[in-house]
């Protein structure tokens, strides 16, 4: 960005603070504003006509959230730890986006990558078994976490098991007998506040395997 356009993104940015629990907004609402998570973790899901929750993915700081096409929003995001945003109004952000050529190839990256774990999603869901689906899960959540944290051995798990559960498709039964088969056998070990791998080959293993 220009400084111009720097001061432009400063004068319009106003900073949210959300409590554990606490909605950034809501299915249905009126999408007026895009933010940008600067401090925190938030679940995205959308609530299913029967009343089930759907997980669709966990954001960081870094990321993006609504951003969206339709004047409303599809999906709910939810801080699952305290979390700081800030947000800009979406008409104002997109006229400063469209005219800026750079910000918009960095903005079909983000959309190329979305789209990209959306299909490995798909597939992880459908064809893999529970081993297999929560190995991928740990071995993506600790990538994108060092990406920002560094290289901490432990994977931090700030969601619940039924986050986990509704993100992979599987009953919290089945994520919590998961876990204990992975740790029996050696791939993870559970500690406070998340896992550690402990054999890196096999959790790589299990989360490349080939569809049945």
């Known amino acids: 960005l ?4 720097r001061g432009a993104i400063d ?15 809501a299915q249905g609402d009126v999408a007026a504003r895009v933010f940008s998570l600067s401090q925190g973790v ?40 305290p979390t700081v945003a800030c947000s800009f109004p979406r008409a104002a952000f ?8 750079a910000v918009l190839r960095r903005m079909n990256q983000l959309v190329s990558q979305e789209l990209a ?6 597939m992880i869901l459908g064809r893999y078994t529970a081993e297999e689906k929560m190995a991928a899960f740990l071995l ?7 990406a920002r944290d560094g290289g901490a051995k432990m994977v931090a798990l700030p969601m619940s098991r039924r986050d986990i559960a509704d993100y992979l498709g599987l009953t919290i039964e089945t994520v919590s007998r998961t876990f ?7 791939v ?4 406070p506040g998340g896992v550690r791998i402990a054999d890196e080959k096999r959790a790589l293993g299990l989360a490349s395997a080939s569809p049945a």
Request: proline share 2%.
């Open 94 to 101: 997109r006229r400063l986006v469209d005219g800026n050529l």
């Open 140 to 146: 993506s959540w600790r990538a994108r976490r060092r």
């Open 2 to 5: 220009t400084l111009e356009e």
């Open 188 to 191: 993870i070990e559970i500690v």
């Open 117 to 122: 774990s959306a299909h490995d999603r798909m």
């Open 42 to 81: 938030v679940r995205i899901y959308k609530l299913l006509p029967d009343g089930r929750r759907q997980v669709v993915g966990f954001a960081l700081p870094g990321d993006m959230l609504g951003l969206t096409l339709s004047e409303t929003h599809a999906l709910t995001a939810e801080a699952i730890e």
């Open 11 to 25: 004068r319009m940015r106003r900073q949210s603070s959300f409590a554990a629990k606490e909605l950034v907004f």
């Open 180 to 186: 204990t088969r992975l740790e029996r056998v050696g």
